[in-house]
């Protein structure tokens, strides 16, 4: 069969990048029955086409520490696919960044950024640099070598970058100031901008926010609503802040945060003055997540313990989970404790958390599974709203912003259902509608621009 056949290809290829492999297995495999349905995509072979970047940079990023040490980070960027749009995709800073992670996240956001409804392509980068215990000077002097060569490859009409893991508001300010320095030029090449300078309203909260209101759609679906339920989120960055700030804002209950250290259990929830201390103690003095149980009485804390084959986090009791650290975080076990302890909605605001036997339980279990890909791209739609009000050099409202991030979860999760939605059992696979909507569209725009 045509996508067995290509999945050999691309395993064969690369038998090193198992990240990589894993999530063009996910989409590859889901697309199966469509692309049979519809031959000109084989014909124009797509599949191998589109698991192939249109290209990868690899480069060295010198900077030196407060001590005047010479340190050396490697910088990566791929350009995986502008058939829709200029290439987009944030940048990851942290020790476990290597190019099968990057092309993971890449291959992901091309069809995520298909799905948003918006004219993006699908890039990511990132940097084996860890920001962590780094002083402000040293963040900023490696920001600046980072983009010292990275400017030669992006532009507000060729490749638009955004944060990710390890890449806020403080990073990308370093970055935007390189790239001005350099360019001598005020454009929209980053988004995560600090507002005053050409930031959008919701950008921060957009990941988080999109995850909910993602979680919000699936529950209609069933007559249902966040009010009242409890809520795991793992992480406790950017991602799961503002979902639990949604959460919270919505009525429902978040009970859990972590860090890769540990996690936390508030069995009384987390309300806003403890989210209030937890922004303040990851935003501002960069601390651990064990720091809020040592603050609040209702808290217990559990350390991080390796030799687990689970996450005992997962297995507390809730009726739905926001994923929002890093990914294969879930796995099987972790997977079948979820089922188990009545959790029946998953909204990923991280990329892959699921590993593909915790994919399969959830499927199974016939719960509402809503994968990263349509889940947390409300992050990359509020980031092409603030290109769309850098090139109209105007800003919208707050309101005006959320009510388009709104807006655009909704129609994520329509297209989902229109590609996912099996009458005979009624239940809507989010995995095969993500992937089949984002696919079509990618793939129609690659037969209607010919062999590039
Ligand atoms: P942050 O750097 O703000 O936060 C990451 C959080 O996850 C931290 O709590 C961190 O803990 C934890 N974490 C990171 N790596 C690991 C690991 N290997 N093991 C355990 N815990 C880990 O990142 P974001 O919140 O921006 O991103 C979180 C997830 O959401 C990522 O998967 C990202 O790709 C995804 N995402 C983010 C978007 C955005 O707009 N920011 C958009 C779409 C998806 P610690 O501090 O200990 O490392």
Known sequence: MYVDEVLKKVN????????????????????????????????????????????????????????????????IRVQFNNAIGPYKGGIRFHPSVDLSIVKFLGFEQIFKNALTTLPMGGAKGGSDFDPKGKSNAEVMRFCQSFMAELYK????????????????????????????????????????????????????EATGYGAVYFADEMLK?????????????????????????????????????????????????????????????????????????????????????????????????AACAFPSATQNEINGKDAEHMVKNGVFVISEGANMPTTPEGVEVFLEAKILYGPGKAANAGGVSVSGLEMSQNSLR??????????????????????????????????????????????KKVADAMLDQGLV
């Not at 297995?25 to 349905?37: K, R, W």
């Not at 290209?55 to 010198?62: E, G, H, Y």
């Not at 966040?226 to 009970?255: M, R």
Request: hydrophobic share 35%.
């Open 12 to 75: 064969a290829r690369d038998p090193d990048q198992p990240e990589f492999l894993q999530a063009v297995d996910e989409v590859f495999v889901s697309l199966a029955d469509f692309i049979e349905e519809n031959p000109q995509y084989q014909k124009a072979n797509i599949l191998e086409r589109v698991a192939e970047p249109d290209r990868t940079f690899i480069f060295r990023v010198p900077w030196e520490t407060d001590d005047g040490e010479v340190m050396v980070d490697r910088g």
């Open 394 to 439: 105007l800003f919208w409202t707050r309101q005006e912003v959320d009510e388009r991030l709104r807006g655009i979860m909704a129609a994520i999760h329509e297209q989902c259902m229109m590609y996912g939605y099996d009458e005979k059992s009624n239940y809507t696979n989010y995995v095969k509608g993500a992937n089949v909507a984002g696919f």
């Open 221 to 317: 679906t069933r007559g249902d609503s966040l009010d009242g339920k409890v809520c795991l989120i793992s992480g406790s960055g950017n991602v799961a802040q503002y979902t639990a700030e949604k959460l919270i804002q919505l009525g429902a209950e978040p009970v859990t945060l972590s860090d890769s250290s540990g996690f936390i259990y508030d069995a009384e929830g987390v309300d806003e003055d403890k989210l209030a201390f937890v922004m303040e103690l990851k935003n501002v003095r960069r601390g651990r997540i064990e720091e809020y149980a040592r603050e609040f009485s209702s808290a217990k804390y559990t350390a991080t313990d390796p030799t687990l084959d689970h996450n005992p986090m997962w297995a507390v009791e």
């Open 153 to 204: 490859y992006i532009g507000p009409d060729v490749d638009v970058p955004a944060g990710d893991i390890g890449v806020g508001a403080r990073e990308i300010g370093y970055m935007f100031g390189a790239y001005k320095r350099i360019r001598n030029e005020f454009t929209g090449v980053l988004t995560g901008k600090n507002r005053d300078w050409g930031g959008s309203h919701i950008r921060p």
